[in-house]
Nanobody
């Protein structure tokens, strides 16, 4: 079993910054792609940013230039640095990881979600 635990959400004013963290633990052999998704009320979950094990990253157009994603493979942790936050960034943010377990099977895991609220 693998668990993803997120932290770092909260309430911030527009223009402010937050840093989200997501730590994976459990029967992990290797973590391939990791990413952050978000879901606002009444909307579908959408990809915010993703990063490969080698460090290549991709971003949604709406956050490109404001958000950065990074990871520490030794700690099985992924980070999302969010700058110049806007009210439309308000959502529940979910961590996602594609994990190769110690049994050499690949599964996709999700964190429990962390609320980010940006006030105008």
């Amino acid at each position: 079993q693998v668990q993803l635990v997120e932290s770092g959400g909260g309430l911030v004013q527009a223009g402010g910054s937050l840093r989200l963290s997501c730590a994976a633990s459990g029967s992990i052999f290797r973590i391939n792609d990791m990413g952050w998704y978000r879901q606002a009320p009444g909307k579908q979950r959408e990809l915010v940013a993703a990063i490969t094990r080698g460090g290549s990253s991709d971003f949604a157009d709406s956050v490109n230039g404001r958000f950065t994603i990074s990871r520490d493979n030794a700690k099985n942790t992924v980070y999302l640095q969010m700058n110049s936050l806007k009210p439309e960034d308000t959502a529940v943010y979910y961590c996602n990881a594609k994990v190769v377990t110690v049994f050499q099977r690949t599964y996709e895991y999700w964190g429990q979600g962390t609320q980010v609220t940006v006030s105008s």
